[in-house]
């Protein structure tokens, strides 16, 4: 497979439950995001790893949990969610540089919804 | 604070026709622009970016955009649309400053084509 992928595609899941999401990037490249989509909204970034480390959490919630084993692997751990975070979760990746003129590349999305 | 304006949240134009989709950004300095599209349940594609150099950037999909500092704009163009390019369109920054590539997206404009 090439550029980024999810999976899965589509996930429905009651609030008690728990549950991941998984990217997988075959570009070589060193960090990965991720972002959430929701109606009527801008995209929000809510993690972002570089060579497997955190390096920006934007005051996302305890419910969600990112796991970057590797700088080809991302995972977001969800438990206990709520019906409002119901949303479009898109990974990407790209390639780090000093200036910050680095392009990222979406992977396709995880359509959460949450009962 | 550093934003991203799309001042169109919904567009329709003629199979054939001109298209204009306009980006306006409020920045200190000259931040990095991008324009990604999104088709319906898909992620996010990269249409073109500007970093530097040649204000009139080419994208794919016959697309082309051009920054003008002066009205801190960079709005995406295309001479005639065809039906597949209904879809909805971002626009994004990144401050030349950033160590994360962090990227800050405009709410979205979405392009509708009238046969």
């Known amino acids: 497979e090439t550029g980024v992928t999810q999976t899965p595609r589509h996930l429905v899941m009651g609030m008690t439950n728990k549950k991941s999401l998984k990217c997988e990037q075959h570009?070589?490249?060193?960090?990965m995001y991720w972002y959430k989509q929701s109606a009527k909204k801008p995209l929000e970034l809510m993690f972002v790893?570089?060579?497997?480390?955190?390096?920006e959490n934007n005051s996302v919630p305890s419910r969600f949990s990112p796991e970057c084993p590797n700088s080809s692997h991302l995972f977001l751990h969800l438990h206990t969610l709520q019906p409002e975070d119901s949303a479009l979760y898109l990974c990407?990746?790209?390639?780090?540089?000093?200036?910050?003129?680095?392009?990222?590349?979406f992977g396709p999305g995880t359509r959460l919804l949450v009962l | 604070a550093q934003s991203v304006t799309q001042p169109d949240i919904h567009i329709t134009v003629s199979e054939g026709a001109s298209l204009e989709l306009r980006c306006n950004y409020s920045?200190?300095?000259?931040?990095?622009l991008f324009w990604y599209v999104q088709s319906p349940g898909q992620g996010l594609q990269l249409l073109l970016k500007y970093f530097s150099g040649d204000t009139l950037v080419q994208g794919i999909k016959g697309f082309e955009a051009e920054f003008k500092r002066s009205q801190s704009s960079f709005n995406l163009r295309k001479p005639s649309v065809h039906w597949s390019d209904a879809a909805e369109y971002f626009c994004a920054v990144v401050a030349p400053s950033s160590n994360t590539g962090k990227l800050i997206f405009g709410q979205g404009t979405t392009l509708q084509v009238k046969p």
């Open positions: 570009l070589g490249h060193n960090a």
């Open positions: 920045y200190g300095a000259t931040p990095y």
């Open positions: 990407a990746s790209s390639q780090p540089t000093s200036g910050g003129d680095e392009t990222q590349y």
């Open positions: 790893y570089n060579f497997k480390e955190q390096t």
